[in-house]
Each structure stands twice: as structure tokens, then as C-alpha cells.
Nanobody
Framework: QVQLVESGGGLVQPGDSLRLSCAASGRTFSIYSGGWFRQAPGKEREFVAAIAASGTGTYYADSVKGRFTISRDNAKNTVYLQMTSLKPEDTAVYYC???????????????WGQGTQVTVSS
């Protein structure tokens, strides 16, 4: 079992930056790929970014490419999502997830956090 806890969400203005953290406990997190998904009100959950267990492979949704950066520190069992140039359409609940391999699809992710709210508004 892996437990995931997100933090770092909040209310920011357009153009601001924010860093989300996902702290893992339980089984060794370094063997899992990490992913970030988000869900806006009235919309389906969508892929944001993913990172391989070793940290050498990263994947991004087109909507965040160039603005968001996913990274991980396996010594701290933590995955990060650095978000810059935030837009109102980035407003959503952001979820951290863990999988045996990196995927842009939610299906392979067997472990999920509870989510953290990110609101971008002036």
C-alpha cells in the first residue's frame, strides 16, 4: 500500500507560480511512477504530468507543456509539480497518483491522494 498526501494548493492570481507536493508513505515510493491529474468543476479528470520511477522520463499534457514541471525526490518520497504562468483555466482540484509505469491515462494508477485545490483568479 502507498498513501499519498498532496499539499501546496491555494488561491493565486493569473501569471503566478505555485508548487504542489505529493508526499508518499508506505511501500517504497521510488519503485512507482508518479502522476498528476486535475479535475475542474463539471469536467472529467484529466492528465497533467507524469514522471518515471527513476525520474528520467517526464510527460506532459499539451495544455501545460512549457509551464509546468514535474520532478521527484526519491530520498524524500515526494513528487512535485511546479506550476508557472498560471491561468484561470488551470483552476481545479489536483490529484497525485502512483503507478507501476508512467501513463497519461488514469487507469493504471492504483494509488491516489485526496487532492488539493488550486484556484487561479484575479
Amino acid at each position: 500500500q502507498v498513501q499519498l498526501v498532496e499539499s501546496g494548493g491555494g488561491l493565486v492570481q493569473p501569471g503566478d507560480s505555485l508548487r504542489l507536493s505529493c508526499a508518499a508513505s508506505g511501500r517504497t515510493f521510488s519503485i512507482y511512477s508518479g502522476g498528476w491529474f486535475r479535475q475542474a468543476p463539471g469536467k472529467e479528470r484529466e492528465f497533467v504530468a507524469a514522471i518515471a520511477a527513476s525520474g528520467t522520463g517526464t510527460y506532459y499534457a499539451d495544455s501545460v507543456k512549457g509551464r509546468f514541471t514535474i520532478s521527484r525526490d526519491n530520498a524524500k518520497n515526494t513528487v512535485y509539480l511546479q506550476m508557472t504562468s498560471l491561468k484561470p483555466e488551470d483552476t481545479a482540484v489536483y490529484y497525485c497518483a502512483a503507478s507501476n509505469f508512467p501513463s497519461t491515462w488514469a487507469g493504471p494508477y492504483g494509488y491516489w491522494g485526496q487532492g488539493t485545490q488550486v484556484t487561479v483568479s484575479s
